[in-house]
């Protein structure tokens, strides 16, 4: 009989997690959608960006960092992308109790720390409220993680309004999965009633993809190139590393 050593919870028998040190440690969760990403990207691009990202991270780690990788949870709060055949989104409702569940888990099997690795925009501010709501009602800490990269070379007007099957997530798709990527679209941006008005600024609005992009992407895949998207891959693995091992350890002053 081997030993396990598998990071990867879903490898792993009942007894070897509960036999798992757990302090320091953390479980992670990646979480993405299936949504609508243009006329070029798959459904799948923020799932498979989610899952690649996270198992690259774990194989970064230092070999004495704590951290247990669950299976992706592939389906998000895609509702800004409704309108578009093949979009799949969960309610708010559902995703806040679906989260829970598998926090309540995780928190019964002994684990004391929870970070979600996101890659979708529209599950952020869901995901900030429930590291709250967990925090106080189960006592784990709770993390959100997503990767950064430099994309300080893109031009002013992909920065701010690339937002979705743009730039860099149409290179990243082009650098794993090059058979799934259809021909690059022309660049798209918001056209905006007011010259002032963007998408962070006050009052916010809860707008709809299909308010301004018919074909559902923001920014411009036509500059997207496989070699920017395995840097840019390769930087958002690395930070995301980093925040699993600062997680790990983390504790708080009165806990
Ligand atoms: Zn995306």
């Not at 529209?122 to 430099?150: I, P, T, V, Y």
Request: charged residues 15%; proline residues 7%.
């Amino acid at each position: 009989m081997s030993v396990i050593t598998s990071r990867r919870w879903a490898d792993l028998s009942w007894q070897a997690i509960r036999d798992l040190p757990k302090e320091p440690g953390v479980v992670v969760l990646p979480i993405g959608a299936i949504e609508q990403h243009g006329p070029h990207l798959p459904v799948w691009t923020d799932a498979l960006l989610a899952e690649r990202l996270s198992a690259r991270a774990f194989e970064l780690l230092a070999p004495d960092t704590q951290a247990l990788l669950l299976p992706t949870l592939s389906y998000g709060k895609s509702n800004e992308h409704t309108g578009y055949p093949g979009t799949i989104a969960l309610s708010a409702a559902t995703l806040m109790a679906l989260l829970r569940d598998i926090a309540v888990a995780v928190s019964r099997s002994g684990f004391t720390r929870l970070l979600f690795i996101n890659t979708h925009g529209g599950n952020k501010a869901l995901l900030e409220m429930m590291c709250r709501d967990l925090r106080a009602e189960l006592g784990l800490l709770c993390f959100l993680a997503s990767g950064s990269a430099d994309t300080s070379m893109l031009p002013a007007l992909e920065k701010r309004f690339g937002i979705h099957a743009n730039t860099a997530e149409t290179s990243m798709l082009l650098h794993l999965t090059p058979e799934l990527v259809g021909p690059l679209p022309a660049a798209h941006y918001p056209d905006f009633s007011s010259p002032t008005f963007n998408l962070t600024t006050q009052p916010q609005v809860g707008w709809l993809t299909r308010d301004w992009s018919p074909d559902g992407h923001f920014g411009d895949p036509s500059a997207a190139t496989p070699e920017a998207g395995a840097t840019w891959f390769g930087e958002m693995a690395a930070s995301l590393a980093a925040q699993i091992a600062e997680a790990s350890s983390f504790s708080v002053a009165h806990g």
